[in-house]
Nanobody, 116 residues
Framework: QVQLAESGGGLVQPGESLRLSCVATGNTRRAYTMGWLRQAPGQQREFVAA????????YYGDSVKGRFTVSRDNSKNAVYLEMSNLKSEDTAVYYC?????????WGQGTQVTVSS
C-alpha cells in the first residue's frame, strides 16, 4: 500500500504563483509515475501533469502548458507542482497520484482557489 499526502494549497490572486507538494509513504520501492489531476466544482477530474520515475519525461495538460512545472525528488518520494500565472479557472481541488503497474494511489486533495 501507498499513502499520499498533499500540501501547499491556498488562496491566491490571479497572476500569482503557488507550489504544491506531495509525499508518498509505504511501499514505494519500485519505479512509478507520479503526477497531479484536479477537479473543479461540477466538473470531471482533469489531468494536470505527471513525470516518469527517472524524471526523463514530463506530461502536461493543454490548459497548464507553459505555466505549470512538475518535478520530483525520488530521495524523498515526493512530487511537486510549480504553478505560475494562475487564473481563476485553475481553481480546483488538486490530487496527487502514484501509478505503478496496474495500481494507482490517490491523495486526499488540496484546495487551490484563485480569486481577486
Amino acid at each position: 500500500q501507498v499513502q499520499l499526502a498533499e500540501s501547499g494549497g491556498g488562496l491566491v490572486q490571479p497572476g500569482e504563483s503557488l507550489r504544491l507538494s506531495c509525499v508518498a509513504t509505504g511501499n514505494t520501492r519500485r519505479a512509478y509515475t507520479m503526477g497531479w489531476l484536479r477537479q473543479a466544482p461540477g466538473q470531471q477530474r482533469e489531468f494536470v501533469a505527471a513525470q516518469t520515475w527517472d524524471g526523463g519525461v514530463s506530461y502536461y495538460g493543454d490548459s497548464v502548458k507553459g505555466r505549470f512545472t512538475v518535478s520530483r525528488d525520488n530521495s524523498k518520494n515526493a512530487v511537486y507542482l510549480e504553478m505560475s500565472n494562475l487564473k481563476s479557472e485553475d481553481t480546483a481541488v488538486y490530487y496527487c497520484y502514484l501509478a505503478r503497474g496496474r495500481d494507482t494511489y490517490w491523495g486526499q486533495g488540496t484546495q487551490v482557489t484563485v480569486s481577486s
